[in-house]
């Protein structure tokens, strides 16, 4: 069992950036895969990227790539989403999730947080 809880979201402007963390309980932490994803109102829950269990691999959503970095901690049992050059169309509630393998679909994912709130003003 993996719980994990976000933080780091707020209101900042266009061009600004935030360091979201997702802290996990649990021994296991370092044999899990990690995503992230972020669900806008009235839109479906979107991929933005992933980073494998050693923390050597990442991949991201074409929307975010350049501008957004997964990194982890297993020592603190932490993963980050680091957001530089935010856009109000990054604007929605982020999720981190854990998985035993490597893949992108929320589906596959195992344990979800509940959420952090990005907003993103113009």
């Known amino acids: 069992q993996v719980q994990l809880v976000e933080s780091g979201g707020g209101l900042v402007q266009a061009g600004a950036a935030l360091r979201l963390s997702c802290a996990a309980s649990?021994?296991?932490?370092?044999?899990?895969?990690m995503g992230w994803f972020r669900q806008a109102p009235g839109k479906e829950r979107e991929f933005v990227g992933r980073i494998n269990s050693s923390g050597r691999n990442t991949y991201y959503a074409d929307s975010v790539k350049g501008r957004f970095t997964i990194s982890r901690d297993n020592a603190k049992n932490t993963v980050y989403l680091q957001m530089n050059s935010l856009k109000p169309e990054d604007t929605a509630v982020y999720y981190c999730a854990a998985s035993r393998i490597l893949v992108v679909s929320a589906n596959a994912y195992d344990y979800w947080g509940q959420g952090t709130q990005v907003t993103v003003s113009s």
């Open positions: 649990g021994r296991t932490f370092s044999s899990y895969a």
